[in-house]
C-alpha cells in the first residue's frame, strides 16, 4: 500500500490545487466568514433571551441565621434586661407569568427579523468570498501567463542581443545595434522580474483567505469558451438581480428590522400585565415563641408608565429616524446593484470582443515579427526594427492574457451581484481548469516561527 499512496500523493503534487478545493478551503478557513457565522449564532441566542421574558418565571430564595440579641433595658416587672441566642430561617417562592408585555413581544420580534437580515448578509458574505477565492486564484494564473510571456520575451531578446555582439565583432552592424539590443534586454528583464515578484505575491493572497500554502495550482485551459452570458440580455440580468441580490435582501431586511425598533419603542407606553404568585415561609428556634410564619399571596399586577421624563417620545423619534435611513439605504443599493449589473454586463460582452480581438493581435504581430526578421536578414530592416516587433508580439501575449482573465472574473463578478454565484458556478469553472497546466510556485519550507504565526489555535468552544 505504501507505493500506492506515495505515487496518489505525488500525483496529487504533480496536478496541483483546483479552484473548487480551494473555494472549499476558504468557506471553511476564512476568518472573516467564521466571525459572520458567529454573529449569526449569537444574535439566534438574543432572540431566545428575548422570549424568555414572555414565558414563567420561577424563583426561589432562602436563609439560614444565627442570631443574638442584647437587652440591656430593664423592665420594671422583672427588674433586668434579657439576652437571647437562637437560629432562624426563612424560604421564599415566586412565581410570574407575562399576561401582557408589549415590549418584550416586539423585542421578540426585532430580534427575528435581525435573524433575517445577518442570514442575508451570511450569503452575501459567502458570495464574496467565493469572489475572492476565484479571483485570487485566476490572479495567479494572469501573473504566471504573464510571467511566461515576459521569459519568452527575454531569452528571445537575449538572442538578438548575441547576435548583434556577434555582428559588431566582424564589423557588420554599428555599436549603436548592440546598445539598442542591450536597452531592449534590460528593460525584458526588469518586466520579468516585476512578472515574478507579482506572482510570488499572488499566491500569499490565497494563503489569507485559507490559511493554507499551496505549491502548485492548476492552469486555465486554452480552449475556455469566451461567449455572452446567459441569459443574454441586460434587462434580464437586472430583473434577476432586483430579485436574487443577498445584499439588496439584506438592505430590504434592514428595513424591517428598523420597523419592529419603531414598534417596540412605542410598545414602552403600554400597560404590563403580570399574573404572579408568592409564598413565604419563615421559622425560629427563639425561646418563649412556638410555630411558624407562612405567607402566601396569588394576584394580578398592572403597570402603566405615565411619564418618563419625554425619553419615551424621544426614543420613538429616534428609531422613526432610524428608520427612515434605512429606507434609503435600501433604495441607494437598489440602484448600485442596478447600475452594477448593467455595468459588468457592458465589460463582459467587450471582455468578449476583446478576448477575440486580442488573439488576432498575437496573430497580427507573430507575423510581422516574422516579415521584420525576414527583412533584416535581407538587410532591410535594421535591429531596432526587430527589437520593436518583439517587443509589440509579447505584449499582445500579455495582453491577450489579460483579457482572457478579465472575462473570467467580470462573469463571476455579474453573478455575484446577481446573487447566483454559489458552490455549482465554481464547480462548473474548475471543469475549465488544465490539470497538465498546473502553475508551480517554489515556495521552500516554512519555519516553525511562520508556521506558528499562521496558527491561530483551535477554536472556542461553546459554553466555555
Known amino acids: 500500500m505504501l507505493p500506492l499512496v506515495m505515487s496518489l500523493a505525488l500525483a496529487a503534487q504533480a496536478q496541483g490545487a483546483d479552484l473548487l478545493g480551494i473555494a472549499s ?3 471553511e478557513n476564512d476568518a472573516s466568514l467564521a466571525a459572520a457565522r458567529a454573529n449569526l449564532n449569537s444574535t439566534r441566542e438574543s432572540r431566545e433571551v428575548a422570549n424568555g421574558d414572555l414565558l414563567p418565571q420561577l424563583t426561589a430564595s432562602g436563609q439560614l441565621a444565627h442570631n443574638r440579641t442584647y437587652d440591656s433595658q430593664q423592665s ?3 427588674g433586668q434586661g434579657s439576652d437571647d441566642t437562637y437560629n432562624s430561617g426563612s424560604l421564599s417562592l415566586a412565581a410570574s407569568q407575562a399576561l401582557y408585555d408589549a415590549a418584550n413581544a416586539r423585542d421578540v420580534e426585532a ?20 469572489f475572492d477565492a476565484s479571483s485570487a486564484y485566476f490572479e495567479i494564473l494572469r501573473a504566471n501567463d504573464i510571467l511566461a510571456a515576459r521569459q519568452a520575451q527575454e531569452r528571445a531578446i537575449s538572442r538578438q542581443l548575441e547576435q548583434a555582439r556577434e555582428q559588431f565583432e566582424v564589423g557588420l552592424i554599428a555599436i549603436t545595434d548592440v546598445e539598442e539590443a542591450r536597452a531592449s534586454f534590460d528593460q525584458a528583464r526588469a518586466e520579468r522580474i516585476t512578472a515574478q515578484s507579482d506572482l510570488e505575491v499572488s499566491f500569499e493572497e490565497l494563503e489569507r483567505l485559507t490559511g493554507k500554502r499551496y505549491s502548485s495550482i492548476q492552469g486555465l485551459a486554452e480552449e475556455l469558451a469566451v461567449e455572452l452570458p446567459t441569459p443574454s440580455d441586460r434587462d434580464a440580468w437586472v430583473d434577476l438581480a432586483l430579485e436574487e441580490s443577498p445584499l439588496l435582501k439584506s438592505a430590504m431586511a434592514g428595513v424591517e428590522v428598523s420597523r419592529a425598533n419603531v414598534e417596540t419603542s412605542k410598545a414602552a407606553r403600554l400597560p404590563v400585565v403580570e399574573a404572579f404568585a408568592d409564598y413565604d415561609y419563615a421559622d425560629s428556634d427563639r425561646d418563649q415563641y412556638e410555630g411558624h410564619d407562612s405567607a402566601s399571596q396569588v394576584g394580578v399586577s398592572v403597570s402603566l408608565p405615565l411619564y418618563t421624563g419625554g425619553s419615551t417620545s424621544a426614543q420613538i423619534r429616534q428609531s422613526t429616524y432610524t428608520l427612515e435611513s434605512s429606507q434609503y439605504e435600501a433604495e441607494a443599493q437598489r440602484r448600485s446593484t442596478i447600475q452594477q449589473v448593467r455595468s459588468l454586463f457592458t465589460q463582459v460582452r467587450n471582455d468578449v470582443a476583446t478576448v477575440e480581438a486580442r488573439r488576432q493581435a498575437v496573430v497580427s504581430n507573430r507575423s510581422a515579427l516574422d516579415a521584420t526578421r525576414s527583412g533584416y536578414e535581407v538587410g532591410t530592416r535594421n535591429i ?7 517587443q509589440s508580439l509579447y505584449d499582445a501575449i500579455s495582453n491577450l492574457a489579460e483579457a482572457r482573465y478579465d472575462y473570467v472574473l467580470d462573469l463571476l463578478e455579474l453573478r455575484q451581484q446577481a446573487g447566483t454565484l454559489n458552490v455549482e458556478v465554481i464547480r462548473e469553472l474548475n471543469a475549465e481548469l488544465d490539470a497538465d497546466q498546473a502553475v508551480m510556485l517554489d515556495v521552500g519550507e516554512g519555519s516553525d516561527a511562520y508556521d506558528a504565526m499562521l496558527d491561530i489555535g483551535k477554536p472556542p ?3 466555555s
Open 25 to 27: 478551503d476558504a468557506l
Open 111 to 130: 430580534a427575528e427579523r435581525q435573524i433575517d437580515q445577518q442570514t442575508l448578509e451570511l450569503v452575501a458574505d459567502e458570495q464574496q468570498l467565493l
Open 76 to 78: 420594671t416587672l422583672s
Open 384 to 390: 531596432v526594427d526587430v527589437l520593436d516587433a518583439e
Open 461 to 463: 468552544q461553546r459554553g
